[in-house]
T-cell receptor, first 118, second 111 residues
């Protein structure tokens, strides 16, 4: 079965560069979530989209932006990269949008993009 | 401030015995709790969940117990198998799109 696809798997950037992470949800899933997991840290919710609109926002840094496109894939853009944003970035998808978790829909995670800022 | 706490970073259990992973939460608005399992180089995968209207949910070898008054939940795995060795994340939600994760507990199943 198709899973959540994230690209690239690994990304190495220098300080002040820009990075774009891509997420392709499971077919027919309309909701995408982004999580950031720093070394030794728990996954932190960044932002979510339902039907191409931002549905919730967490601790997403100001220099980050994201969007969901008409084919439901999502991109997380990070500008002026700093050392502190080196982390594993997970994307997850689900079907159901707002309140999906409350209606027993599960999140399906991709394998993550490891971003290293040098 | 951590809303979901997993105070044991790691746990070692003999194969065949019971593994008990614990999780505490602070936000009384949480009404849905989940456990995710993560292998190295893979994303977390959903394991089992429980709604706040229940105090127990069982799925095969996995059982989650919820004690709302203590704001505590636990995951029991019995019998533990070598393939259960992984990092287990406790997570909670208040009904919106946000799922708050704990730091995870690394479970080692010993032969």
């Amino acid at each position: 079965a198709a899973g959540v696809i994230q690209s690239p798997r690994h990304l190495i950037k220098e300080k002040r560069e820009t990075a774009t992470l891509k997420c392709y949800p499971i077919p027919r899933h309309d909701t995408v979530y982004w999580y950031q997991q720093g070394p030794g840290q728990d996954p932190q919710f960044l932002i979510s989209f339902y039907e191409k609109m931002q549905s919730d926002k967490g601790s997403i840094p100001d220099r980050f932006s994201a969007q969901q496109f008409s084919d439901y894939h999502s991109e997380l853009n990070m500008s002026s990269l700093e050392l502190g944003v080196s982390a594993l970035y997970f994307c997850a998808s689900s079907l159901g949008g707002q309140g999906a978790v409350a209606t027993n829909e599960k999140l399906f995670f991709g394998s993550g993009t490891q971003l290293s800022v040098l | 401030d951590q809303q979901v706490k997993q105070n044991s970073p790691s746990l070692s259990v003999q194969e065949g015995r019971i593994s008990i992973l614990n999780c505490d939460y602070t936000n009384s608005m949480f009404d849905y709790f989940l456990w995710y399992k993560k292998y190295p180089a893979e994303g977390p995968t959903f394991l089992i969940s429980i709604s706040s209207i229940k105090d127990k949910n069982e799925d095969g070898r996995f059982t989650v117990f919820l004690n709302k008054s203590a704001k505590h939940l636990s995951l029991h795995i019995v019998p533990s198998q070598p393939g259960d060795s992984a990092v287990y994340f406790c997570a909670a939600s208040g009904g919106d799109d946000k799922i708050i994760f704990g730091k995870g507990t690394r479970l080692h199943i010993l032969p």
